[in-house]
Nanobody
């Protein structure tokens, strides 16, 4: 599975962005997908994830109520709608996928996109 993330950019605090992640290659079969982020000097951290069926969506506490994950299976695309952005949301955002159960740790995922930079100015 190849993943291509896009949609990052520079936004003021309180603004919104929508990230997309397009999956290609071995996209048959059921795979869970997730978003992670990594700020400079920090470890990659979980943002949120969604199951193949979309029946379960879960988020990190830091983004709950502000970010929304969705996926469009017909287009093999994952989205991350980010609202009420804060300067502490500044990071490189990565999408990830797995044919196993997708969890909240990086080790739960087998495929990663290249990352897209999100910068939130105060």
């Amino acid at each position: 599975v190849q993943l291509q993330a896009s949609g990052g950019g520079l936004v003021q605090a309180g603004g919104s962005l929508r990230l997309s992640c397009a999956a290609s290659g071995r996209t048959f079969g059921h795979f869970d997908m997730g978003w992670f982020r990594q700020a400079p000097g920090k470890e990659r951290e979980f943002v949120g994830a969604i199951t193949w069926s979309g029946d379960k969506v879960y988020y990190a506490d830091s983004v709950k109520g502000r970010f929304t994950i969705s996926r469009e299976k017909t287009k093999n695309t994952l989205y991350l709608q980010m609202n009420s952005l804060k300067p502490e949301d500044t990071a490189v955002y990565y999408c990830a996928a797995t044919f196993r159960y997708g969890g909240t740790t990086t080790s739960s995922y087998d495929y990663w996109g290249q990352g897209t930079q999100v910068t939130v100015s105060s």
